[in-house]
């Protein structure tokens, strides 16, 4: 498997609006695209960051995974975002290799990427998501 660059740092957050005005006045970071996922129950923005992005995350509904980790969690890094070239191609090495898939076959993700998430348990603690362009 290659991963051909880190597509973006998730990060979970109760306020979409003052997280965003955070981040443009204290890092000058500004949004990139804005989407609603209804599938996942989430509302993301994401800020550029080179060739690569930081995915505010918030959730828009209470059985929301996002709605669930801030619950016990708190806010913060929720996920890792990995580009690679074929999601379904990564997904089956990684699977093979040992890792614990929360997707068993490739899905839509936003901006109309194909995205497939590793399980934190046999990932050192990270949620690990493999992103196709
Ligand atoms: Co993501």
Known sequence: ??????????IAV??????IAWYAET???????R????R???????LAVADSYIQLL???????????????KGEGIHHVGYRVEDC???LNQAVEAGARAIDAQ??????????????PKTAFGTLIELVEE
Do not use: N, Q, Y
Request: no cysteine.
């Open 88 to 90: 379904a191609r990564a």
């Open 40 to 46: 996942d129950g989430v509302e993301e923005a994401l």
């Open 58 to 72: 918030t959730p828009i509904r209470e059985d929301s995974t996002v709605a669930k980790f801030i619950a016990t």
């Open 1 to 10: 498997m290659a991963l051909t660059e880190v597509d973006h740092v998730a």
């Open 106 to 119: 490739p899905r839509p993700g936003s901006r109309g990427t194909t995205v497939a998430f590793l399980h």
């Open 35 to 38: 989407e609603v996922i209804e």
């Open 27 to 33: 890092l000058g970071a500004s949004v990139a695209h």
């Open 14 to 19: 109760k306020d979409l609006e003052a997280a």
